[in-house]
Nanobody, 125 residues
Framework: QVQLVESGGGLVQPGNSLRLSCVAS???????????MTWWRQAPGKQRELVAT?????????????NYTDSVKGRFAISRDNAKNAVHLQMNRLKPEDTAVYYC??????????WGQGTQVTVSS
């Protein structure tokens, strides 16, 4: 059983920054390091969108291989800290179009796939 809790959302003006965090439950301590972690977002009236991905970190990949959707490239950065069962999303130069509920996901292969409850990000003047 894995539980994910997101935090760090809020209301900001365009051009400002936020840092989202996703922390896995203590029960996930032994499996977190092998999970591919992703951030998704869903705006009102739109489908859920994959925002950023970071693969497992190991001796080959280090901190993991990252990927981003085109609309956030150069502005967002995903990172992970396996020792703390955590993944983060640094969001810079935020735009109104970034407004959405942001969700953390853990794909842990045969051990399961898990979602957090979401955190609201609102970018508005």
């Amino acid at each position: 059983q894995v539980q994910l809790v997101e935090s760090g959302g809020g209301l900001v003006q365009p051009g400002n920054s936020l840092r989202l965090s996703c922390v896995a439950s203590r029960s996930a301590r032994s499996m977190f390091s092998i999970c591919t972690m992703t951030w998704w977002r869903q705006a009102p009236g739109k489908q859920r969108e994959l925002v950023a991905t970071i693969t497992r970190g190991d001796s080959t990949t280090g901190g993991g291989v990252t990927n981003y959707t085109d609309s956030v490239k150069g502005r967002f950065a995903i990172s992970r800290d396996n020792a703390k069962n955590a993944v983060h999303l640094q969001m810079n130069r935020l735009k109104p179009e970034d407004t959405a509920v942001y969700y953390c996901n853990a794909d842990c292969s045969w051990m399961g796939n898990y979602w957090g409850q979401g955190t609201q990000v609102t970018v508005s003047s």
